[in-house]
Nanobody
């Protein structure tokens, strides 16, 4: 089992930056990739981006390219989502997910999920 705990969400203004963190525990050696998804009120959960645990290859949704950066610290079993130039439409609950198999944009790829952290961007 892998446990994921997100932190770092909050209320920011449009144009601000924010970093959210995902700390993994348990059988972390089994993780192949980690990703960030988000879900806004009334909308489906959507892929933001992800990173391979070994090698660091990343994949981003079009909406995240150029503004969001995903990184990881293997020694700390932690993944990060650095967000800049935030917009009100980035308001959502941000979820961390871990895959035992690989990196992809679909939710079924991921085996473990965190509880989410709220990010609110005011205009």
């Amino acid at each position: 089992q892998v446990r994921l705990v997100e932190s770092g969400g909050g209320l920011v203004q449009a144009g601000d930056s924010l970093r959210v963190t995902c700390a993994a525990s348990g059988r972390t050696f089994s993780i192949n990739a980690m990703a960030w998804f988000r879900q806004a009120p009334g909308k489906e959960r959507e892929f933001v981006g992800g990173i391979m645990w070994n090698g660091g290859r990343t994949q981003y949704a079009e909406s995240a390219k150029g503004r969001f950066t995903i990184s990881r610290d293997n020694a700390k079993n932690t993944a990060y989502l650095q967000m800049s130039s935030l917009k009100p439409e980035d308001t959502a609950v941000y979820y961390c997910a871990a895959s035992l198999y690989g990196l992809g944009s679909g939710a079924p790829v991921y085996d473990y999920w965190g509880q989410g952290t709220q990010v609110t961007v005011s205009s």
